[in-house]
């Protein structure tokens, strides 16, 4: 497993912006798919998009799609999770992830973070 550590969650109005950054200072080429997930109070947990380390490329949710964008810094081994208009639906915690493949499933990522609260009001 590889540590992973959150920052950036907060509150937000509808229509706003939010950045949220996870760093992975143990990370592996073994790890090299990183990603976010979020979940609402009772919902299950939910894929937002990821970062292939290999290629730089990144894929999402369609619900995020056009409005949320993930880059990676690989010299801090941090990634971003860059948050535009958002909405109230978006309020959830979110979770930094780490895997060895490409897919949209929790079960994939073998390594997570705590979790970091974000919340939009209307």
């Known amino acids: 497993q590889v540590q992973l550590v959150e920052s950036g969650g907060g509150l937000v109005q509808a229509g706003g912006s939010l950045r949220l950054s996870c760093a992975a200072p143990?990370?592996?080429?073994?790890?090299?798919?990183m990603g976010w997930f979020r979940q609402a109070p009772g919902k299950e947990r939910e894929f937002v998009g990821a970062?292939?380390?290999?290629?730089?490329?990144?894929y999402y949710a369609d619900s995020v799609k056009g409005r949320f964008t993930i880059f990676g810094d690989n010299a801090k081994s941090t990634i971003y999770l860059q948050m535009s208009s958002l909405k109230p639906d978006d309020t959830a915690v979110y979770f930094c992830a780490a895997g060895a493949i490409k897919s949209m499933n929790p079960t994939a990522f073998g390594s997570w973070g705590q979790g970091t609260q974000v919340t939009v009001s209307s």
């Open positions: 143990t990370r592996t080429f073994s790890n090299r798919f």
């Open positions: 970062l292939n380390w290999s290629d730089s490329s990144t």
